[in-house]
């Protein structure tokens, strides 16, 4: 029935779930976390469902098939969808929806912290563990050559604007075009290290909602 004892683990550990969750029904909602140490036990939960082998493995699939979440530009609704089996039932016993908007939410109850020495080593490690961010100094240079790549196609339709006469289409001169250019090329790259380039999944860490975990 089962091939090995990790999966027996991951079926006994299923069944617990289950069992929690159906022993919530008719309970009221739990109080939506708002203090640093709720936040602190939240990421505890985070880090201890990101560890389970069972989400390992499949989280090690995405990565074969779309790349490290830092460098990826495909398979952001699969990583989504993957990250929410762990994410939602934390959600819910912390007192927010079980969705991508209980992410949102979340994320956004907890940007307060930021700049919280322990918080932010937390929520580093929370994004390692999902790849998105570099672990070392050969992801690093993953995550800055995903990030030029990036700048290249910005760059590439920056200067499909420009016309064959060297001036601008529109009402910015090549001149001018290619100082911005210049500026979001250098932008992308400097946050390409330490960001998903291109990203759009919603973070399962504890931070700004509008910045990577």
Known sequence: MFDDLDDLCDKINELEANEALAGTIGR???????????FFAMQH???????????????????RRFGRAFEATAGD????KLFLTVQGPA???HGFLADATGVVEMLTAAAQFNGHAEFDRNRLELNRLLGLEPS???????????ALRQAL???AVAVGGIGRDGKGKGKVSQK??????????????????GKG??????????GDPDEDM
Request: hydrophobic share 35%; aromatic share 2%; no cysteine.
């Open 176 to 193: 001018g075009q290619l100082k911005g250019l210049q500026q979001d090329i250098l932008t992308i790259v400097s946050r390409g290290a």
């Open 91 to 93: 959600l819910s016993r």
């Open 153 to 155: 196609v910005v760059a």
């Open 136 to 146: 070392g100094p050969a992801e690093e240079q993953r995550a800055r050559e995903a």
């Open 77 to 80: 609704d699969e990583r989504s």
């Open 197 to 206: 380039a291109g990203q759009s999944v919603a973070r399962p860490g504890m």
């Open 28 to 38: 009221a909602a739990p109080r939506r976390a708002s203090t640093l140490e709720e």
């Open 45 to 63: 939960e985070l880090k201890d469902g990101f560890s389970q082998p069972s989400f390992r493995r499949q989280l090690e699939g995405l990565e």
